[in-house]
């Protein structure tokens, strides 16, 4: 798969896992629509490292890379990151506790999260030649 269609790939992944979390937030799942939040973020800021041609398997490495090549740099806002690294720790730990542990606010605000961080997302890279 060449890097246009990888990154269309995982602008398709973040939409469908924001409209899987916005189904997870109406349904009551609150721990399933965060984690679906966090995907969408996740697959946001691999698609962005992925048109920079940097490629990183472990979550830990997206989330480090992602703030310092677009926000360190001063491309992305720093709230991207923290939204990032925010719902990594709430995936976290709705996904390995027994009991759910997040609540509606952090859910929606989480969801809403995600589609700001996809429209800065689409924004970047229409603006640098990315469908």
Same mark, same amino acid.
């Given at each position: *798969?060449?890097?246009? @269609?990888?990154?269309?790939?995982?602008?398709?992944?973040?939409? =469908?896992?924001? %409209?899987?979390?916005e189904?997870?937030? $109406?349904?009551?799942? !609150?721990?399933?629509?965060?984690?679906?939040?966090?995907?969408a973020?996740?697959?946001?800021? &691999?698609? /962005?490292? =992925?048109?920079?041609? *940097?490629?990183? $398997?472990?979550?830990? #490495?997206?989330? #480090?890379?992602?703030? $310092? %090549?677009?926000?360190?740099?001063?491309?992305?806002?720093?709230?991207?990151?923290? !939204?990032?690294?925010?719902?990594? %720790?709430? =995936? +976290?730990?709705?996904? !390995?506790? @027994?009991?759910? *542990?997040?609540t +509606?606010? @952090?859910? /929606? @605000?989480?969801?809403?999260?995600? $589609?700001?961080?996809?429209?800065? &997302? &689409? %924004? !970047?890279?229409?603006?640098?030649?990315?469908?």
């Amino acid at each position: *798969m060449g890097k246009k @269609e990888s990154i269309r790939a995982f602008l398709d992944k973040a939409k =469908r896992s924001i %409209e899987i979390a916005e189904l997870s937030l $109406k349904a009551g799942s !609150y721990d399933f629509a965060i984690s679906r939040a966090y995907y969408a973020a996740f697959y946001c800021a &691999t698609a /962005l490292l =992925r048109s920079s041609d *940097m490629v990183f $398997k472990r979550h830990s #490495a997206i989330i #480090a890379n992602f703030a $310092k %090549e677009f926000v360190k740099s001063g491309i992305f806002d720093a709230k991207y990151s923290e !939204y990032l690294r925010d719902s990594f %720790e709430l =995936r +976290q730990e709705s996904d !390995y506790s @027994e009991v759910i *542990m997040v609540t +509606q606010d @952090e859910a /929606l @605000e989480g969801i809403e999260n995600a $589609k700001e961080f996809l429209i800065r &997302t &689409t %924004e !970047y890279l229409k603006e640098h030649g990315f469908p």
